[in-house]
């Protein structure tokens, strides 16, 4: 298996340069850096440095070929990106299964993904050059995405199959685990409760219990969760007890 720091995107022939930083931009989101570009018609460019955003980084780094071989130089397998299916020399993947192909290539395989130009995509002498297809199943009427879309739709599947976990310090604080005992202590603690404030019966306990464990069980608490509903429980109780 290979690593995302050994893909590098080429880009062939770029006649907007907006769409060279919106491609660098949707590269980075997904922590895709090696970014090469074949005969861009204008470049550099300010449009480019613009729609690039905060990944000017990576436009910078942009290494400028003047043929699509020389970006090739040192590539252990070529992916080509093409809205067709004309050329059908080479086997032809759908994203998904071309990331799931890299699983079985060395740690230092070199990975090329080849787009084309806006109007023409990729030449035949281009495609000739490719060992694999990559055709995004899009609408069959309407089935040619932007340059920077497709760039992007493929530097996620590539992210989702190299590092595909929700980084949790994106999603708010820390999460701090428990454990076995810190949940037995919050249900004895539900059933001392639920008796006092009169919802569990210690004659007819039926199944409650059972299900309030299924319940909890199933909502992979953290510690302050379980915290704040002790809380709740022992404000209940309190309120119980001070109505008697
Ligand atoms: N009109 C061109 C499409 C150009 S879109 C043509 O018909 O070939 C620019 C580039 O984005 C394409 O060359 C290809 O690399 C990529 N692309 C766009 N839509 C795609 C799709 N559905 N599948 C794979 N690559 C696509």
Redesign the pocket.
């Known amino acids: 298996m290979t690593s995302l720091a050994n893909v590098r995107f080429v880009l062939v022939g770029t006649t907007h340069p907006g769409n060279i930083g919106a491609s660098a931009r949707a590269m980075k989101t997904m922590g895709l850096v090696n970014l090469h570009l074949v005969a861009p018609k204008i470049y550099p460019s300010a449009e480019a440095t613009a729609r690039a955003s905060g990944a000017d980084d990576v436009l910078a780094g942009a290494i400028v070929h003047d043929s699509l071989q020389s970006a090739l130089t040192g590539c252990t397998h070529v992916f080509?990106?093409?809205?067709?299916l004309r050329h059908l020399a080479v086997p032809l993947m759908n994203p998904r299964e071309a990331v799931t192909s890299l699983e079985k290539f060395d740690e230092d395989a070199q990975i090329a993904i080849?787009?084309?130009?806006?109007?023409?995509?990729?030449s035949n002498d281009e495609l000739d050059l490719c060992h694999t297809l990559?055709?995004?199943?899009?609408n069959p009427q309407y089935?040619?995405?932007?340059?920077a879309?497709?760039v992007q739709v493929m530097a996620y599947e590539l992210r989702m199959s190299f590092n595909p976990q929700v980084d949790p310090g994106r999603i708010g604080e820390a999460r701090e685990a428990i454990h076995a005992e810190d949940l037995i202590h919050l249900y004895d603690h539900f059933e001392r409760s639920l008796m006092t404030i009169g919802f569990l019966d210690p004659e007819n306990p039926r199944y409650l219990m059972r299900r309030i464990r299924r319940l909890f069980n199933r909502a992979d608490l953290d510690r302050n969760e379980v915290q704040i509903l002790h809380g709740i429980l022992r404000a209940a109780e309190t309120k119980a007890r001070s109505s008697k």
Do not use: D, Q, T, Y
Not at 134 to 138: D, E, F, R, T, V
Not at 143 to 147: A, K, R, V
């Open positions: 080509g990106m093409s809205a067709r080849v787009f084309g130009r806006e109007h023409s995509g990729l990559i055709n995004i199943p899009a089935s040619s995405l932007n340059l879309a497709a």
